[in-house]
């Protein structure tokens, strides 16, 4: 094995950026038979078979004492425990909370190289060179490994997802993973207050971010998402930390995720979780002052302005225009 | 309790940035350089807790060359009672020879609690608090927006995918990625800032470490979508836009 993919699981089903950091750890490894899934806690066995079955790709189901609900210091563990003693050139798994924790724990026990948010790959003279966002989005970063094993986190939406595959029925194995008590222990999950559902629901959405300036540019973005049908305001964490905008209208990797035919970004820079968010939005419109902006490469239509001067002027022909 | 913060110093990225030919990584062009973001809000957590209880004692830490001695004076200022600064030749960019680096720091004498920010500004990987966690082998959780200690434990709660937020019961010692949030980190007080001048830092050399990462090389951003700007004066821009959308579909029908 050469690739060893982690992820998350539900109910038996692994979601799509799993599936995304599959698809990098078969494009790393050459062949199926040459990776395998590791899969860990409450419904492991499910999961694994599951894929297996669909995918072609050898499975592993990794059981043991306080591996549900999951926690970095466990996971870590267990994986470390059952894959340590002979361990494959690669791991890779999506770039979520929890993995973004237990993939730089393992590098470091493992004396290993770690890259997050991997966008994209390329072979080089000697071996693989990846490509990942720095500096809050305005450069990318070549960065590769002078050692084994390789760890990576892939940013969701950056690969095709593994595809299934009929009749090539894989390997399920079984692990048993021995943990000492764990000094973490999970006490709950809340949702915030109101949940980002009309965000989700919104044809249009009218963003603001620091480039606000403050609550009255609010006011502006309101005006603004009037214009659009269906539509509603959201906000980045710089607006919504801020407190100009309420939490609950921030779209990014901790807020919502949305895809509405119309995104507007104004005085948003950009950084990949805020964009990871809204990267499948039908047509996407940024207005910023700084024309270095990261916003603009995922925009249709850039316009660099300050949007408190150029929101007015937008609505000033909306009303030109009977 | 011993609290250590480990900030960091970074390029001020609101302003023009370049690639500085001999460390291969990003400069601001007018040399200007602040403290990281993420870093200003675990510094900000650990002086709340200070403020509860003034029996803590906080360091902040930080990693790098000479010229980032002014981040160290930054956080003094803020109100941390101590600063360390571990020296090195170059701004540190590998994540593995940076968290073993602060490791070996922290290992001499293990305080009950380190902060981190969740993600730095500038390298974005979110990779030395876990790092550190594991090398320390103790509890860790990023993405932390509240924490109260009590005893031997940390209870933190914080965000995860969605909106959604976990909490967590930490035993002590811990590490702690702290997520940026509502609270906005202190500006500097009078009293501090004075005490901070005066202060000495202590200095810890740290030898070239081997690293597991090549050079980073930095390159233009990956473009999800090929934009076109908008030319013309912003009242052009804003009927140019406006018929586009109208073409679109995209506008309010009235």
Known sequence: ?322 | MNIRVCVKQVPDMEGALGINPETGLAANLAGQERMDRASAHALEEALILKDQDRGHTITALTLGPPSHEPVLRRALAMGADRAVHLLTEDAPRDHLAMARALASALQAQTPDLVLCGAMSEDLMAGATGPMLAALLDVPFASGVVELRASGDTVEVVREVEGGARETLLLQLPAVLGIQSQARQPRYPTLTHMLRAGRQTIGTVSIPALETAGLPPRLKEPLQGRAVRFLTGAPEEKARDLFAILQGKGLVCAR
């Open chain 1, 1 to 322: 094995m050469r690739a060893l993919i982690l992820a998350e699981h539900a109910e038996g089903t692994v979601s799509k950026a799993g599936l995304e950091a599959a698809g990098l750890a078969l494009a790393l490894a050459g062949t199926r038979g040459d990776c395998a899934f590791a899969l860990l806690g409450k419904g492991a066995h499910e999961a694994a078979r599951e894929l297996a079955v669909t995918y072609g790709v050898p499975a592993v189901a990794v059981l043991g004492k306080g591996l549900f609900p999951p926690t970095s210091w466990a996971w870590a563990r267990a994986v470390w425990d059952v894959f340590g003693h002979a361990p494959p050139e690669f791991f890779a798994a999506p770039q979520t909370t929890l993995m973004s924790e237990i993939l730089p724990m393992l590098a470091a026990r493992a004396g290993g190289f770690y890259a997050s948010g991997v966008e994209d790959w390329h072979a080089g003279q000697d071996g693989p060179v990846f490509l990942r966002a720095a500096y809050s989005g305005k450069y990318a970063m070549e960065t590769a490994p002078r050692v084994r094993p390789v760890f990576l986190t892939v940013l969701p939406g950056a690969f095709a997802p593994l595809a299934p595959v009929e009749g090539a029925e894989a390997r399920v194995t079984e692990a048993r993973a021995e943990l000492p008590p764990s000094p973490v222990e999970h006490a709950g999950w809340s949702r915030p207050l109101e949940s980002g559902l009309s965000l989700a629901l919104a044809d249009s959405l009218v963003a603001g971010g620091r480039g606000l300036g403050g609550p009255e540019g609010v006011d502006l973005l309101r005006q603004a998402a009037a214009l659009f049908p269906r539509s509603a305001v959201a906000g980045s964490r710089g607006a919504c930390d801020a407190g100009w905008l309420p939490a609950s209208s921030q779209v990014g990797v901790t807020g919502a995720t949305v895809s509405p035919k119309l995104y507007m970004a104004c005085g948003i820079s950009g950084a990949f979780q805020h964009v990871a968010g809204m990267r499948g939005a039908g047509f996407v419109v940024a207005v910023n002052l700084d024309p270095k902006a990261p916003v603009f490469l995922h925009a249709d239509v850039g316009i660099v302005e300050d949007l408190k001067v150029f929101l007015p002027l937008l609505l000033k022909a909306a009303g030109e225009n009977p």
